[in-house]
Nanobody, 124 residues
């Protein structure tokens, strides 16, 4: 199994950048697909991005395409979400989630492991 810890959130002005990290413990980290989700106040949790265990099927929700980039470093057991050109609408708690051998993004209920979340606040 795997344990996940997010970091890198904070308060930034619109147009700024942040890089979120998801650090994992687990011998078989390289076999897990990793998704990023976010939840804004009063809103349901939504998927933001996904990278498969093979790294061949990156996914981005339309609202972040061209601004966010997801990558993974299996040697460091870490995935990164680089967020550029941030907008106030990006304000939310961001979570990383893992599911072994997952090759497509899937929904929230399909991920077995979750981090505790990191707050991202974008001011206008």
């Amino acid at each position: 199994q795997v344990q996940l810890v997010e970091s890198g959130g904070g308060l930034v002005q619109a147009g700024g950048s942040l890089r979120l990290s998801c650090a994992a413990s687990g011998r078989t980290f390289s076999t897990y697909g990793i998704g990023w989700f976010r939840q804004a106040p009063g809103k349901e949790r939504e998927v933001v991005s996904f990278i498969s265990w093979s790294g061949l099927t990156p996914y981005y929700v339309d609202s972040v395409k061209g601004r966010f980039t997801l990558s993974r470093d299996n040697a460091k057991n870490t995935v990164y979400l680089q967020m550029n050109s941030l907008k106030p609408e990006d304000t939310a708690v961001y979570y990383c989630a893992a599911d072994r051998f997952r090759a497509v993004v899937g929904g929230e209920s399909e991920y077995d492991y979750w981090g505790q979340g990191t707050q991202v606040t974008v001011s206008s």
